[in-house]
């Protein structure tokens, strides 16, 4: 397994690689490795030749008060993880690296974006698409593997490449659960041993909106409100958004159609939670 810095040496590597007409698999990640990172890994490594990991806390994509000083970072634990994977490159970029002054050029997201998360991060989307669109350069994939935890991101990351025509096929991968449910994150590590037990409501309530839907309700408010009533009973987190949209557009919908998305952000003491289901007009899961 390489272990890359520089990002001019890591384009010499992958560009040789293409030369030589080998599939590489992309994984970009912010590193400190769970489950769900996993599964994007073996998934790559099931479908490509080359495997890159890349671990990049992106300055970019935190906005003022967000906790890009508190993320949790653990080198020597991911590069175990990677090498157990076979993964074949781990890029890992310091800041520097990445932005050595100050961007002349940002990307800006004008579709898909001001809602859920979005909207209460206001050019968190920007940040996403601009140094994925530096990392799809660097790397050269012929697909990137990204998480519907952050269906969001992929519905964005879509639009990325279909508008700027890059050349890489975007692979969702679902979402990895503990038991009781809660998706993993690494952000998982600051709640409280309380937070721990209440966030599995955040799943329960989504899935108990997606089975009205699925026994007829059509009203989208009433859906919202039980979801928002059964996080407050459960948990002591505050609710930041619970939207019910039509996806991977994002736009609202007045009754249940099409493929739609059930997500919600939920803040706790010291992380953020979000979660979601995308399913059917029959509420039927995608
Ligand atoms: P992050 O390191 O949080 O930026 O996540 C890197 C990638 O892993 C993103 O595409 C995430 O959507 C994905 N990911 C994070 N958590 C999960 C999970 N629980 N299940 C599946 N994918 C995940």
Known sequence: MKIIESPEELQKVTSNYRVQG???????????????HEQLIRQAKQQNEIVVLSIFVNPLQFGEGEDLNHYPRDEEHDK???RKLGVD???????????????????????????????????????????????????????????MKDAQQVAVVEALVN????????V???????????????????LSPQEREEASAILKALQSGRKMIQDGETGIENVKTAVNTFIENNTHGKIDYIELLSYPSLEPVDKP??????????????????????????????
């Open 257 to 286: 159609m099409g493929q739609m998305i059930l997500a919600t952000a939920v803040k706790f003491e010291r992380a953020r939670l979000i979660d979601n289901l995308v399913f059917d007009s029959n509420g039927e899961i995608i």
């Open 89 to 147: 490159i781990i890029f890992f970029p310091t800041v520097k690296n990445m932005y050595p002054t100050e961007p002349a050029i940002k990307l800006t997201v004008t579709k898909r974006t001001n809602v859920l998360c979005g909207k209460s991060r206001p050019g968190h989307f920007g940040g996403v698409v601009t140094v994925l669109a530096k990392l799809f350069h660097l790397c050269q994939p012929s697909s990137a593997y990204f998480g």
């Open 80 to 82: 175990e993880v990677a």
């Open 22 to 36: 080998k599939k590489i698999g992309f994984v970009p990640t912010m590193g400190f490795l769970h489950e769900g």
């Open 163 to 170: 508008d700027l025509n890059f050349p890489v096929e975007i």
């Open 172 to 190: 969702p991968v679902p979402t990895v659960r503990e038991p009781d449910g809660l998706a993993k994150s690494s952000r998982n590590v600051n």
